[in-house]
């Protein structure tokens, strides 16, 4: 792992924040996934406390004891380390401080800052000041923020050298770069080795629908008829219902709506199968068609880059991809799928957005219910 890091930074930067994380790396930090979370406030109880977790059952653990609370705790497990005024809380597997109901709560008095790394497609950062999700955006694309002041980083994004066009790891090590920018906290292999502050969450912060941000001023997508449908229900049986409105949305914002795959899968999830097998036949065709759209895309960058071109086969792979989840059997995992999958697709519009994170927000509910159902 991390000699695959050091080929990584090798001729691209040797800066002392890569030099740092690499040998985090080398130390124990799990370079393939992480949730970073710094919060303002040094009360690493409180902290605790506001991930949903109980302080009263936490420990100080060494390195030792923690690979076996996280073999014991998995996701649950949060690792908090005083930071000055602020306080570091480590997820080696989990994604509570994702979460956009958790970095309201942190950030409730102060501020919070938000890092989550799950690969190359799956990563987020959150900034929030008092309560309010101020900036919100994928490493994959910087360009599409959301929140109420989107541009409230560009300064420092800038100072710290965050654009789009670098490789996924510089993107890495720039991202902790505007973290120590901000919280003054600095990564290092001793940090790894330290011991932490050890709890697990055992009462999550409940899920909203809508975040707080698409209500203060409330979006006018909220209140379309197929929409207060489904916010009035979020049961199982509206499953195909978030569905629908997932593969209609997606079709729409990437201009898909012509393309003969996405109208066969239309006509299946209204009309349904016209002999037995077809769902499970086109979503292969569309699962292939999101592959060679990839390699087109992979071509556009020999012998001479097309950049323009490139973005647009990735957004069209993108979303064939997501919408072929869309046809799995069991209509409550094609919504979760689906949505989840739609949620990343790259250079959507601001509201394209914010209608894919309602919609998978209900798809989570959707499925947790029934989960718990049966």
Known sequence: MAETAQARLVGVTMDPIGVRLIEAIQAGLREEGFCFTWCRNDDLREVAHRFGADPGTGVWAG?????????????DLLQLT?????????EPHGFQGEREEVMETLSVGGLALSVFWRGARDNRVTYAVDGDIVTSFRLADLSERSGSDPAALDELLGQVGLHDGLSMWERKVRILALAETISGWTLTSEWVR??????????????????RAYLHPREPFLDEPEFTRILADPSPPMAPAVT????????????LQDHPLVQEAIRVLDHGESFPSERETLRARLYQ???ETRQAMLRQHEPTPDTAEAERLDQVGHSLY????????????????????????PRLSRTDVMRLHVLNNVARRILLDGLHRS
Do not use: C, K, M
């Not at 005083?82 to 480590?90: S, V």
């Open 322 to 345: 997501a919408l072929s989840n869309a046809l799995s059997p069991s209509p409550v995992n094609a919504a979760y799928t689906v949505a989840d999958e739609a949620f990343r697709v």
């Open 194 to 211: 330290s011991p932490q502050f050890a709890v697990a969450i055992t009462t999550p912060v409940p899920r909203v629908l809508v975040p």
């Open 63 to 75: 390195p030792e004891e923690l690979e076996d609370l996280e073999e014991e705790h998995q996701e």
């Open 82 to 90: 005083p930071a000055g005024e602020w306080t570091l809380a480590f």
């Open 244 to 255: 629908r409105l997932v593969v209609s949305t997606v079709a729409t914002a990437v201009g």
């Open 289 to 291: 068609a999101a592959e």
